[in-house]
């Protein structure tokens, strides 16, 4: 079955970065599309960053571009979230997603706190 599991989350200061990982099983991964999510308390899930299946197509959010990249390893079935220049308003739980054939699927999430 599909599974996406995320690594790298934690505690950094403002201007910290952070890398995360979602490695991924169950399906042809260098077939899909790949997103970040986030959600912060008391908000609404948002897409963060989208990833094309030939690690070229790459669109983010307006918050986060510039600051944030996304990438990926068709060979290790990983995708990648690099953050650089971290703030306070960065912190939520950030989540892989994958949708195929019409049927979403999400890793348990990695917690990300900026913070002094």
């Known amino acids: 079955q599909v599974q996406l599991v995320e690594s790298g989350g934690g505690l950094v200061q403002p201007g910290g970065s952070l890398r995360l990982s979602c490695a991924a099983s169950?399906?042809?991964?260098?077939?899909?599309?790949m997103s970040w999510y986030r959600q912060a308390p008391g908000k609404e899930r948002e897409l963060v960053a989208r990833?094309?299946?030939?690690?070229?197509?790459?669109n983010y959010a307006a918050s986060v571009k510039g600051r944030f990249t996304v990438s990926r390893d068709n060979a290790k079935n990983t995708v990648y979230l690099q953050m650089n220049s971290l703030k306070p308003e960065d912190t939520a739980v950030y989540y892989c997603?994958?949708?195929?054939?019409?049927?979403?699927?999400w890793g348990q999430g990695t917690q990300v706190t900026v913070s002094l």
């Open positions: 990833i094309g299946s030939l690690n070229i197509n790459t």
């Open positions: 169950g399906f042809t991964f260098s077939s899909y599309v």
């Open positions: 997603n994958v949708e195929i054939y019409y049927t979403t699927y």
